[in-house]
């Protein structure tokens, strides 16, 4: 019964549908990534610079993880468009975003932040992209690369013996490991 009214709702996407689907894409938080590690040279700002690199770092923890569950599970989705539906990636992909931000900035960041993460989520639902499970586990596979990449960010902060930078150049991008003995 719930697959059936998912199908049907698929094809009629409401603007909430319409905006997760934009606000929740890995590009547009990988671009959002890239322009905050542009402005890191020129921030002076601690708790900027160790924001943006914690950032950079859940998000590529999230696309790891998620791109390699979708692989193994390989689940139809509710349309029928392809079998790449386990976990959200939208989903996961706006958590690891409110994760990071709400250690950094509070709660006057991150209760907006989860609370647009959680509408993403119900939009991918609600376009007939994902079923609740797979926004429940995209969810949670957010919050955990969030929390890992600002626990290894701290960690780096306190010792400074190693530590990656992401660097993004002209044609080029990377990172580049620091060891401080």
Known sequence: ????DQ???SGRATALGDSG???GSP???GVSVGVMLLAVPFAENRRFRAFAFS???AHIIDNVLKHALKSAVSRTRPNGDNDNVF???HTSTTFAFATVAGHYYGKKVSIPA???AALVGVSRIENGKHYLSDVIFGATLGYIAGRTAVRGTE????RQRMTLHPVVGWGRTGLVAQWVF
Do not use: C, D, K, N
């Open 1 to 4: 019964m719930i697959a059936t």
């Open 7 to 9: 199908r049907r709702a």
């Open 21 to 23: 689907s934009i606000v």
């Open 27 to 29: 590009v547009t938080v």
């Open 55 to 57: 950032l950079a770092q």
């Open 87 to 89: 976990p959200s990636g």
């Open 114 to 116: 989860y609370t647009i």
């Open 155 to 158: 960690r780096s902060l306190e």
